[in-house]
């Protein structure tokens, strides 16, 4: 294809990717992108007044598709709770709409394009086509990572060539995903969800393990679309962001939320909290509460995804003073500067199931009780539930060969083997995970986690 084409042919593609789920989902896409488009033109074209003026049709307009379609029916909810509460006779009607994927991520990813041009980091994007391809790109359009315009707008317009490293590269990345995903994300993701159904069938060690279980499935499920999204782009010759840096070995909340999902914590500090703290001059410590509350409603519309981020933004606080704690080991002895560390990445991990279960229970009332039974039925029986021989293997082989690439020293968040330096036992890897996505791989349909949002 002609260079001067290849959008056209990019463009395609991702709407065909996005409308083959739900086709009329395509018009909220196509409408987020028109509005930005025209507003961050009229911006640049416009003095300061009428410049925020465009800003904030783009702002509320993006707001009011995600505030729409995804908080909607919990404002309503909790108006309904309300008043039957104080005896209403007239109570609003239920609403039930269905979530459109991804529009979280593109949501965020429009935005940030707008807010850049009328910060004058950049200047708008004229060629409409272009545009709408930034931001539908199929690879990390559904889940991200949530990349910024002034990276990835300005690839459309190189011109690629075809390149083999490209292949290799980008399809190691694919199949380490699929590997991920596929085989340990899902094989864990199967109990888990059996367990977090009937949390009253089981004893309080199968729930504290099914919660460590969900804190490892959410990662390696999360981190798999992105490697898949990585590798993808990488074969066309396109660079997306790392959106994860090995956040299991966090040492505090803090470094966890320098290692997670790292383009909405960017884009969080970079557009809201900054803004936040520039305009309302609030205790800083304030601002951080709030920043971690929107986190968590980011993620999902219930009150338990309130008191995940509330609890986070209390942890990120409380670890902002300890991570100076363990910063002071780096000047002592090697032993004294190793227990630190693993005192804090142990109380972090804690700190981490503890929040999980607000996360992964359906709502706040099963969380709570998911808590009260872990601690009122604690015993260190694990009778109550029967993990299939050919799961057992799948983890007690699969698992090893996932963390022994993790704790390599020269790890790279796009290049995950690449920090093994022997070649024989890269191959072997790569081997292994071609067999067992061949052998095990023969599953049903379970989506990513990160789909919902």
Same mark, same amino acid.
């Given at each position: ?274 803004? *936040? ?6 205790? =800083?410590?304030? &601002? ?5 509350? @929107?986190? #968590? !409603? ?100 699969? *698992? ?6 993790? =704790?390599?020293? &020269? ?5 995950? @083997?690449? #920090? !093994? ?33």
């Amino acid at each position: 294809m002609p260079h001067k084409w290849r959008w056209a042919i990019l463009l395609v593609a991702s709407y065909f990717f996005y409308m083959y789920w739900r086709p009329e989902y395509a018009l909220l896409l196509l409408f987020s992108t028109g509005v930005d488009y025209w507003a961050a033109i009229r911006m640049h074209e416009s003095q300061k007044v009428r410049r925020k003026l465009f800003l904030w049709i783009s702002v509320a307009s993006n707001l009011s598709l995600l505030f729409s379609f995804k908080y909607l029916g919990f404002v309503n909810q909790a108006l309904r709770d309300t008043f039957e509460v104080f005896d209403f006779s007239a109570t609003p009607d239920s609403i039930d709409i269905l979530l459109p994927v991804g529009i979280s991520f593109y949501t965020f990813q429009t935005l940030s394009y707008t807010l850049d041009v009328y910060r004058k980091r950049r200047v708008p994007e004229r060629h409409f086509g272009i545009f709408a391809l930034y931001v539908s790109f199929f690879p990390q359009l559904v889940a991200g990572p949530i990349e910024r315009s002034t990276t990835l707008l300005p690839q459309f317009h190189e011109r690629k060539s075809f390149h083999w490293q490209n292949i290799i590269d980008g399809g190691r990345l694919v199949a380490w995903g699929l590997f991920k995903k596929v085989i340990l994300a899902d094989t864990i993701g199967a109990y888990v969800n059996v367990v977090f159904a009937q949390p009253n069938q089981f004893n309080g060690l199968v729930l504290l393990l099914m919660l460590l279980g969900f804190s490892y499935q959410i990662y390696l499920d999360f981190s798999a679309y992105t490697d898949i999204a990585i590798g993808s782009a990488r074969m066309m010759g396109y660079d997306l962001m790392a959106n994860f840096n090995r956040p299991a070995m966090a040492r505090t909340i803090r470094e966890f939320w320098s290692r997670w999902h790292i383009s909405l914590t960017s884009w969080m500090f970079d557009y809201l909290y900054r803004p *936040l703290a520039k305009s309302f001059r609030m205790n =800083w410590h304030l &601002n951080i509460i709030i920043l971690f509350v @929107l986190i #968590g !409603i980011w993620h999902g519309a219930g009150w338990g995804f309130v008191v995940f981020g509330l609890l986070h933004g209390l942890y990120y606080l409380i670890s902002y003073y300890t991570l100076d704690i363990l910063s002071v080991a780096e000047t002592k002895k090697k032993w004294q500067k190793r227990v630190l560390g693993q005192m804090g990445w142990a109380v972090t991990g804690a700190l981490l199931l503890s929040t999980a279960v607000f996360f992964r229970a359906p709502d706040l009332p099963s969380a709570l009780a998911y808590l009260e039974r872990l601690v009122t039925h604690f015993d260190w029986s694990l009778a109550t539930i029967k993990i299939s021989t050919m799961d057992k293997f799948i983890l007690a082989t699969g *698992l090893p060969v996932y963390l022994f690439i993790q =704790w390599q020293p &020269n790890y790279q968040p796009k290049a995950p @083997l690449a #920090g !093994i330096r022997w070649w024989w036992i890269r191959w072997a890897i790569y081997y292994f995970i071609i067999f067992y996505l061949i052998l095990f791989g023969q599953r049903g349909p379970e989506e990513f986690i990160y789909f919902q949002f």
